[in-house]
């Protein structure tokens, strides 16, 4: 399979809602994410729940201006991570339930000229199989900042609660867990 589930790239002013699921179990992994938000503004996604990811369930990369609110994301499979805030700036995560087996929600930064900064992730719950339930983690290739974790609880993880793992050689500064 190559393609991803709802494809959000390089639009503006966009809102995905719903009560509805979107369901990933027949795409073989590892497959792509399913719902990247790729060099978009002002997106929305809020209110559905997402199901057995083949990959990556919402990877948020290289955009500005994201809200991510009362999404519902289950699923077990290898590589499935969360929420991921990838060389994006302005991100907010409220309200949110992940269930997953890799990291829950996390800030990363692939590409090495384009930093990841003003993530806000408030007033969720997590289940890590496996990886950090929530953090900045792995790919740390540009300046990560301001990141912020409040009131969220993690119901189980299997390695990491939370943490920063700086595998790379940017500058990791003003994370917080509160």
Request: hydrophobic share 40%; charged share 25%.
């Amino acid at each position: 399979h190559h393609g991803s589930v709802l494809n959000v790239n390089g639009v503006q002013d966009v809102r995905i809602a719903g009560r509805g699921i979107v369901d990933g179990s027949l795409i073989p992994h590892p497959g792509w994410n399913m719902i990247p938000v790729v060099n978009s503004d002002r997106v929305r996604l809020e209110g559905i729940v997402l199901r057995d990811a083949p990959s990556w369930n919402v990877n948020i990369s290289q955009s500005k201006n994201v809200r991510v609110e009362n999404l519902r994301i289950v699923s077990g499979r290898l590589n499935s991570d969360g929420i991921n805030s990838v060389n994006s700036q302005g991100v907010q995560v409220r309200r949110c339930f992940v269930r997953n087996h890799d990291d829950g929600i996390v800030a990363k930064a692939v590409k090495p000229d384009l930093p990841c900064e003003d993530i806000t992730v408030e007033d969720c719950q997590v289940w890590a199989d496996w990886g950090y339930a929530l953090g900045v983690t792995y790919e740390t290739r540009a300046p990560i900042q301001r990141v912020r974790f409040d009131r969220c609880d993690v119901l189980f993880t299997r390695h990491w609660a939370t943490g920063i793992r700086v595998s790379d050689s940017a500058t990791v500064r003003d994370v917080s867990f509160r």
